[in-house]
């Protein structure tokens, strides 16, 4: 049985549903604090990809949420608000970088901290160190400064197009090389590529983690199920993020 709140939330987001258009509504001031949005990122420099942007927007990004009075949120609220329901602040949003580049401790590190805000960083543990990739010292030093880190699995492999053990492997694998680095919980994951199925669903609960991302558009529904929460896509030739919220 649904509350008037949850009957509220489930038609505005099946309402922005049925908008097919690159646009996303905004919820209703009832819904606040129930649905969030999470901007996926992947990286900031001079690369000309489309999962790359340039170092200027990424500023402009956060330069916006400043102004607008956005309140970056760390893991542990957001841990907070999924499994004991504690309130989220008005404008919370949650920013997310997926693939674990060199750049986002060379390029958004610095910002994120230039505007006192922080970011979640999903890693690929079996390419920490790698030629173009963040470091295991880079990590250490980002989570101390309050930065969030979680996991992207360990191979960056579709989750749905692997075996139920190989789901079991890199949810705990992953989040192991992740809790013995940084000595504190790991408890959120994206799953590459979006992929996902209900053999990756009851991986990621076993393992222990309660928050799972993917990359359906849209805003979070922190109401629905916890380990598959939608996201804002952010691409170079995509809308900006301005435009998103
Ligand atoms: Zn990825």
Redesign the pocket.
């Known amino acids: 049985m649904l509350t008037r709140r949850q009957f509220l939330q489930k038609s505005a987001l099946a309402l922005a549903a049925s908008f097919a258009g690159p646009f996303l509504l905004r919820p209703p001031a009832a819904a606040a604090g129930a649905f969030i949005p999470v901007p996926v990122y992947h990286r900031v420099g001079d690369g000309s990809d489309d999962l790359t942007i340039a170092d200027s927007r990424f500023a402009a990004d956060l330069r916006f949420l400043a102004d607008n009075g956005y309140l970056t949120l760390t893991v542990a609220s957001l841990k907070q608000h999924l499994l004991a329901g504690r309130p989220l602040p008005e404008n919370a949003i949650f920013l997310t970088f997926?693939?674990g580049y060199l750049d986002n401790y060379a390029a958004a590190f610095p910002l994120l901290k230039t505007y006192g805000m922080t970011a979640t960083f999903f890693i690929i543990t079996g390419r920490l160190g790698q030629p173009g990739r963040m470091t295991a010292s880079q990590l250490m030093e980002m989570s101390a400064a309050g930065m969030g880190i979680g996991s992207?699995t360990v191979s960056?492999r579709p989750l749905a197009t692997l075996a139920k053990w190989e789901n079991v492997v890199e949810m705990e694998r992953s989040k192991a090389c992740l809790e013995d680095l940084l000595g504190k919980e790991v408890g959120a994951v994206a799953y590459?590529?979006g992929s996902y199925n209900d053999a990756t669903l009851a991986a990621a609960r076993d393992a222990g983690y309660w928050a799972g991302f993917t990359v359906r558009r849209g805003y979070a529904d922190t109401g629905g199920d916890p380990l598959a929460l939608s996201r804002i896509p952010v691409f170079r030739n995509g809308r900006r993020l301005a435009g998103c919220l």
């Open positions: 997926d693939d992207h960056h590459p590529y």
